[in-house]
């Protein structure tokens, strides 16, 4: 009877608990955090998709990271979207102990997020002494894309094109990524007309190839790369991704992406396939900013 009591008790507890997250598979499958770290460990490149915002997903990104080094040590390597090619040195001076935290802001330009949700990442990689690759292109370019199209890269000065994917770049906006991309646009009140849009879309393809691009001129074989995005530069196994399958069909990815739901414990199909492992977040979880 006493036992009977106490089980009843721990049941009441479990349907009263409130989870901050729940990874699932790409079936929808509910998975453990162990399992998506096993997954990671056998990567070449893993991607940590995020939402630029939340809090649960910074954390995960610094437990990851923790775990994937405590297995893998120096044949970990790390790169993210929020730091820009041209900052490279800036970055590499910092984790490398060259400057201080107080030099670095004056010499990088870090997001307005910084401080709560990336210096951790990048000061774990300054303790460990890990190589950290700023992989995005810079804003500048992007932003010349969205405005003028791809053709406006070809002023860039041939030594500013280091910090781009190389010229010129293949985008397909027949992608279902890119395709959802002007699609969204085109259903706004302020609807663009459709070279605007396709420009927009471009945009979003530059970074990605420069992330691609750096990834992989920075990949040493038998390391396991660890890149931080928005979820959305590798949902669908698209974005960045299709952009390293183009050079290195074989190399073995694992990705991750964050969705907000409602009810964690009741994932949406609509996001089945998103990735390999979906981690969800509840809606109302508070925001960094």
Not at 34 to 43: R, S
Not at 52 to 63: A, F, G, T, Y
Not at 215 to 228: A, D, M, S
Not at 253 to 278: C, G, H, R, W, Y
Request: charged residues 20%; positive net charge.
């Amino acid at each position: 009877m006493r036992y009977l009591l106490s089980f009843a008790i721990l049941c009441f507890a479990f349907t009263r608990d409130k989870p901050a997250y729940q990874f699932y598979n790409q079936k929808l499958k509910a998975v453990d955090y162990q399992k998506v770290l096993k997954e990671a460990e056998e990567a070449d490149v893993v991607f940590f998709g995020e939402l630029h915002n939340n809090p649960i997903c910074h954390w995960l990104e610094l437990q990851l990271t923790k775990d994937l080094y405590a297995s893998r040590k120096d044949q970990l390597m790390l790169g993210a979207e929020m730091f820009e090619a041209d900052n490279q040195t800036a970055l590499s001076d910092y984790v490398s102990g060259k400057t201080t935290d107080k030099e670095f802001p004056k010499q990088a330009r870090l997001w307005n997020n910084y401080k709560t949700d990336y210096r951790p990442l990048v000061d774990f990689a300054r303790e460990h002494k890990l190589t950290f690759i700023a992989t995005n292109v810079p804003r500048r370019y992007a932003s010349a894309v969205a405005r003028h199209g791809l053709a406006s890269l070809d002023t860039v000065p041939t030594a500013q094109k280091a910090w781009i994917a190389p010229l010129p770049l293949t985008v397909d906006l027949t992608l279902p990524g890119y395709k959802a991309m002007l699609d969204m646009m085109h259903s706004g009140n302020s609807k663009p007309d459709s070279e605007q849009a396709a420009n927009f879309a471009r945009a979003q393809a530059i970074k990605d190839a420069t992330m691609a691009y750096f990834i992989l001129q920075n990949r040493k074989p038998g390391t396991t790369f660890l890149h931080y995005n928005g979820s959305y530069h590798s949902n669908n196994f698209e974005g960045i991704i299709w952009y390293l399958r183009q050079k290195q069909p074989d190399l073995k990815i694992v990705t991750i992406a964050s969705v907000e739901v409602p009810d964690v414990a009741k994932p949406d199909k609509a996001n089945q396939n998103l990735a390999n492992f979906i981690l969800h977040i509840p809606t109302d979880m508070t925001k960094t900013y």
